[in-house]
């Protein structure tokens, strides 16, 4: 048997290839699980441009001919896996599996920590690295998990968790001092039309103290606004449009070092700098020689920890699937979708989608699946 592997070039994003790797049998409490389908959205661009930054390649070593190691690199991606087979008692074989994976046909996971609920992936590799991302849910008990909306589920669930915490990030810290005086505060979202922007601001606007401006290209200007979830959208040159004086935040998901410096050398008055990702990959550059404050990673496993330190485990699943319920209804009006899915299978599929979503083009509307086999 053998696995199929979808790699990248670490220094190339645009540079892919497709390999087969022999499969070798399974030690005492291994598993291999069929991956199904995932989903591959601009939140998976973001993954490889910060993946020497923030462990992402780590997830997935790759296993490659002497001199490539440093070369090439397996995005992470979220989606859906069956078990093939077992040596490990508690997990059977026939599971449906959510979580994190290669993109591969296959993957050898080493469960750990085993619940009814799911596992972690206890592999040694992955030791260090965030649980939040080892863990792997059952279908069968997973509250969240419908079959009817399996692909939003993959497409929107780890992309919705970031947005809502960043929700909770900024009101937890009191939209950083802008909504003062009784004036709201502005909160500038750039990428608008990418899919953590808009569950952002699905969240944001239910806050009546802030203002939620999405900022997005010319062509996705229309989309953005038939959301409903900006209180104005506009186009990366039309900055001018807003007073510089307005108290305003920036919460960056494009990384486009050009628009993050116009917007901290425009905005007088901007108070906080939150970069998320980097979907403007040809663009990405440094928060230094900047005005106003320094930009800030947000990293969405510290405010998840924070608040199950706040609320419990309990109370965080709780607030957290009654925000994603009302969510997924909007997201998926029969009158008027937010996503459209769209079903890619094969090496060629995926490597025409990974250049697609790479280079920012195709309806915004579009959510893509994927699975190499």
């Known amino acids: 048997m053998t696995t199929q592997q979808f790699q990248v070039r670490k220094d190339q994003l645009a540079t892919t290839r497709t390999v087969q790797l022999a499969d070798t049998p399974l030690a005492d409490g291994e598993i291999r699980v069929r991956i199904e389908q995932f989903a591959y959205t601009a939140n998976n661009i973001t993954y490889a441009a910060f993946g020497e930054a923030m462990n992402y390649w780590q997830f997935f070593p790759v296993a490659l001919e002497p001199g490539d190691e440093a070369a090439w690199g397996v995005v992470p991606v979220w989606g859906f896996g069956v078990v093939e087979q077992t040596r490990c008692d508690g997990v059977a074989v026939g599971e449906r599996l959510y979580g ?97 922007a808009f569950a952002t601001a699905a969240q944001l606007a239910q806050r009546p103290e802030v203002e939620v401006v999405g900022l997005t290209s010319p062509g996705n200007v229309a989309f953005c606004e038939s959301l409903g979830v900006y209180s104005r959208v506009l186009t990366y040159d039309q900055l001018d ?36 990702g980097g979907t403007h990959v040809d663009q990405l550059a440094g928060g230094r020689d900047l005005a106003g404050p320094r930009p800030v990673l947000f990293f969405a496993p510290a405010q998840a920890k924070k608040r199950h330190g706040d609320w419990g485990a309990a109370g965080f699943n709780e607030r957290m699937a009654t925000a994603w319920d009302a969510f997924i209804a909007r997201v998926n009006n029969p009158a008027q979708p937010w996503v459209v899915v769209q079903h890619h299978r094969g090496p060629e599929a995926v490597r025409a989608a990974h250049a697609l979503v790479l280079g920012g083009q195709g309806d915004a509307r579009l959510g893509h699946m994927l699975s190499l086999t």
Not at 152 to 173: G, K, S
Request: hydrophobic share 45%; aromatic share 12%; proline share 8%.
């Open 241 to 276: 449009e807003l007073p510089a004086d307005v108290p305003c935040v920036y919460v960056d998901f494009a990384g486009n070092g050009a628009l993050r410096k116009a917007i901290h050398s425009r905005f007088t008055a901007l108070a906080y700098s939150c970069s998320i």
């Open 100 to 196: 994190y994976w290669p993109i591969a046909s296959h993957v050898v996971l080493t469960p750990a920590r085993t619940s009814p609920e799911g596992f972690f992936d206890g592999a040694p590799h992955r030791a260090a690295l965030h649980p939040v991302y080892n863990h792997y849910l059952r279908c069968a008990v997973d509250p969240l998990f419908e079959p009817a909306t399996e692909a939003l589920q993959a497409l929107l669930r780890p992309l919705f968790l970031t947005a809502w915490l960043i929700d909770d990030f900024l009101t937890d810290n009191d939209f950083f001092g802008t909504n003062r005086n009784g004036q709201r505060g502005v909160m500038l979202l750039s990428s608008a039309s990418s899919k953590t």
